[in-house]
């Protein structure tokens, strides 16, 4: 659990720090800020989604992602777990931009191969390099979203601790069942996501991407019996 507390520790003080530059920033120095945390953001998600050898996986899973998060209503979830904090701690600023820092926050912190990768290596006993280097990039990222967004970006720590803790815990089992192939197409489903996120902070358009989450579970499953698909058509004759 060492990596997943220096990642969490990593997010408050970089979101401290943004907050302090924040009341130095001008609306147009924030909102420039946020555009270059999109753009950033893109890059990483299209670096992962090019990975995939199973596109059609991909777009199957994203589709029943979607049904399965829009009937759990995820992100109205965690918009309202974002307000429901705001209100309990006092933070300062619109409950609506405390409750999109702390959306953004989490799907960036928590979306993407170093997450399930350093959890791994961490649960393994490892040493988390991974999680370090992960660590190191959320750190930069909660600064700019600090600034930008305020204060709803420090509850994402707590994400980072539940979701990343989880999967550290629970990194044995993982690590027998995942296959590199499964590893593959979840990286890059994450990348697609990803994306969606990206295009959300530059407000080209809002992509509810938290109900997309359950498109991770997707794929993984899919790239599981993807092997038996092909024997059931061969036995049928198709």
Not at 60 to 81: F, K, P
Request: glycine share 14%; hydrophobic share 55%; net charge neutral.
């Amino acid at each position: 659990m060492a990596g997943t507390l220096v990642n969490a520790i990593a997010v408050i003080i970089g979101g401290l720090i943004g907050l302090g530059l924040g009341r130095r920033f001008s609306e147009r120095m924030r909102e420039t800020v946020m555009q270059a945390v999109g753009l950033a953001t893109l890059l990483i998600g299209f670096q992962m989604a090019v990975q995939t050898q199973y596109v059609l996986g991909i777009i199957v899973s994203l589709a029943a992602g979607a049904v399965l998060g829009e009937a759990l209503h995820i992100e109205d979830g965690l918009e309202a777990l974002g307000r429901w904090a705001e209100q309990r701690t006092g933070a300062v600023g619109s409950e609506q931009a405390f409750a999109r820092a702390f959306v953004t926050s989490s799907l960036l912190f928590c979306v993407g191969p170093l997450t399930v990768l350093g959890a791994i290596q961490d649960g393994l006993g490892q040493p988390p390099v991974l999680l370090y280097t992960k660590s190191l990039l959320d750190g930069i990222s909660s600064v700019a979203i600090g600034a930008a967004l305020g204060a709803g970006v420090l509850l994402s720590a707590v994400t980072v601790l539940l979701y990343q803790g989880t999967l550290t815990v629970a990194a044995e089992a993982i690590q027998r069942v995942m296959t590199p192939e499964m590893t593959r197409e979840l990286t890059a489903t994450g990348g697609v996501l990803i994306v969606g996120l990206g295009i959300s902070i530059l407000q080209l358009r809002r992509i509810r991407v938290g109900n997309l989450l359950p498109s991770l579970v997707v794929v993984v499953l899919l790239v599981a019996v993807r092997p038996h698909l092909g024997a059931v058509a061969q036995a049928l004759g198709l």
